[in-house]
């Protein structure tokens, strides 16, 4: 192993160094897909699936040698400056527990914990030992959400918001054909934290809370359904959020069983609405005597049109990213809904936060 300059020596314009942390979650070929691009270095993979890594190293022109068989020892070996974790959500926390003493940004896929407690350990260490800690989702990076932001909250050009609507899902993981790896984990009812509810209600959570300006919402109603117990006997494939806040709700509609793949979300104030239907397609209406219309939004521009370039810039502090959709204050309440929304449904009640 060649000499590692230390966090201080690193200039702001050399290729991140970064480490990642599993390969079971099959959005991984985003990063894998970008490594020879030149704005990041990966130093080193943690999979304890030998097999998975060598298969996706091979896949992707990458060196054996990147190879760890366990997270600590890839840290130790390659010293990152940060790490992108695509492991089971359950072990999000082992991986900030490894990183952050360490003094190593992570960043995880969606969502930030498998629950409430869970992520605020995750955010205690973060803050303890000031690393970043972001949540990837694939919808930060459409340009259609942050147009509808732009619309409704920066212009409030259809007045106040008084309902969100989020449709989030597929047809089903296995339906789609995810791989065994993945299914094994996202099946699970532990290493997931349940099932449609948690993997497509995190995106729902996620636009509703920076939309709202982070405000917790006042309660939580969740129904979940078992729609093909033969497929998925775990976990929930079917699921319905309902989150009250003193002037609107939010309905996020999370499914395994929609015909198509969708994530979509709707807007309406006191006099309009928008809707998006994929990132850059959206319809809108300012009012009811104008008839609704087609509009397209920019592209979002580098470093905030990607996760990685976004990661880099934040850790270079070149964005500060504190109220984003990736940002560490969002995240939680996210948590904190998916955590009540799983009571809810279990409990048969409203859950009422506190």
Known sequence: MGWIPSLAQRSTDTPMRIGVAGLTHTHVHWILNR??????EI???????????MRYLKRHRLSEDLWFASLEEMLDKTQPEAVTAFNAIYEHLETVEACAPRG????????????????QKMAALANKHKIHLLTNYETTWYGSNHEVYRQVVDHSLYG??????VHDGHPGPIEIGCNDEFLEWLTDPVMNGGGALIDFGCYGA???????????????????QQIKPDKYPKVDDEATILLTYPDAQAIIQASWNWPVSRK?????????YIKTIDGSKMLKRLNEKEPEVAVE?????????????????????????DNDLSS???????????????????????????
């Open 35 to 40: 490594a020879h691009d030149g704005d990041f």
């Open 43 to 53: 130093v080193g993979i943690a999979e304890p699936n030998k097999d998975l890594a």
């Open 104 to 119: 190593i940004h992570v960043m995880v896929e969606k969502p930030l914990a498998v629950s409430n407690a869970h992520a």
């Open 160 to 165: 106040d918001i008084r309902k969100i609507v």
């Open 206 to 224: 996620n636009l509703t809370t920076w939309l709202m300006q982070n405000q917790r919402p006042l309660s939580v109603t969740a129904i979940t």
């Open 264 to 272: 979509d979300l709707h807007v309406y104030g006191k006099t309009g």
């Open 297 to 321: 939004a920019e592209p979002r521009q580098s470093p905030e049109d990607d996760p990685f370039a976004y990661f880099i810039a934040i850790v270079r502090g070149k964005l500060s990213g």
């Open 328 to 354: 560490l204050a969002n995240n939680l309440i996210v948590v904190e809904i998916l955590d009540a929304a799983r009571r809810s449904s279990k409990e048969g009640k409203t859950i009422v936060m506190e």
